[in-house]
């Protein structure tokens, strides 16, 4: 089994921070991109930012100079710091990560975090 475990969220001013953090436990050989996506009240859910494993980022463009994603190899976690926050960032986060369990199996397979809720309000 693999175990996704976010934490972080809650209730922020506008123009304040947040860190949201995802570890996965389990039988995992490997991950591959690691990303955050979020769902806001009455819409569809939105990837926000990727990393691979080597470091490379992505972000959707209404966050960029705001938020940054990073990893830690070692111990299974992608952590996203949100600056200068928004009420539009008011929703669900999600992290996905891209999880090869076996050695044998050459699939990564998408695993999805239990969400956590943020809200950007004053």
């Known amino acids: 089994q693999v175990q996704l475990v976010e934490s972080g969220g809650g209730l922020v001013q506008p123009g304040g921070s947040l860190r949201l953090s995802c570890s996965a436990s389990g039988r995992i050989f490997s991950i591959g991109d690691m990303g955050w996506h979020r769902q806001p009240p009455g819409k569809e859910r939105e990837l926000v930012a990727v990393i691979t494993r080597d470091g490379s980022t992505r972000y959707v463009d209404s966050v960029k100079g705001r938020f940054t994603i990073s990893r830690d190899n070692a111990k299974n976690t992608v952590t996203l710091l949100m600056d200068s926050v928004k009420p539009d960032d008011t929703a669900v986060y999600y992290c996905?990560?891209?999880?090869?369990?076996?050695?044998?199996?050459?699939?990564?397979?998408?695993?999805w975090g239990q969400g956590t809720q943020v809200t950007v309000s004053s």
């Open positions: 996905k990560l891209d999880i090869r369990r076996y050695a044998l199996d050459y699939q990564f397979r998408d695993y």
